[in-house]
């Protein structure tokens, strides 16, 4: 069974950064794909970031240039560095795993920016 764990969440001023973390049961490295998503109170869960087994990113065009993802084979996490964040980015965050065997979704951080 995958297990995905996330950590790193917590209240951050406005303009501030966090750093989310995804230990993963699975090979990042393996993995079709990993991911980010995000859902506020009253939405949709909506993506913010992605990464293919061949290191191709992807993001959502709200967290362009502000948030970063990226992985570390040797320990089977992701990251998600979020830089300059805004009230409207407060959600709680999912890590999401890609592979032939299925579409796998942790927990979940929950991440608020407010001052």
């Known amino acids: 069974q995958v297990r995905l764990v996330e950590s790193g969440g917590g209240l951050v001023q406005p303009g501030g950064s966090l750093r989310l973390s995804c230990a993963a049961s699975?090979?990042?490295?393996?993995?079709?794909?990993m991911g980010w998503h995000r859902q506020a109170p009253g939405e949709q869960r909506e993506l913010v970031a992605t990464?293919?087994?061949?290191?191709?990113?992807n993001y959502a065009d709200s967290v362009k240039d502000r948030f970063t993802i990226s992985r570390d084979n040797a320990v089977n996490t992701v990251y998600l560095q979020m830089n300059t964040l805004k009230p409207e980015d407060t959600a709680v965050y999912y890590c999401?795993?890609?592979?032939?065997?299925?579409?796998?979704w942790g927990q979940g951080t929950q991440v608020t920016v407010s001052s």
């Open positions: 990464m293919t087994r061949d290191g191709t990113t």
């Open positions: 999401n795993a890609k592979n032939l065997f299925g579409n796998y």
């Open positions: 699975l090979s990042v490295a393996r993995a079709g794909s």
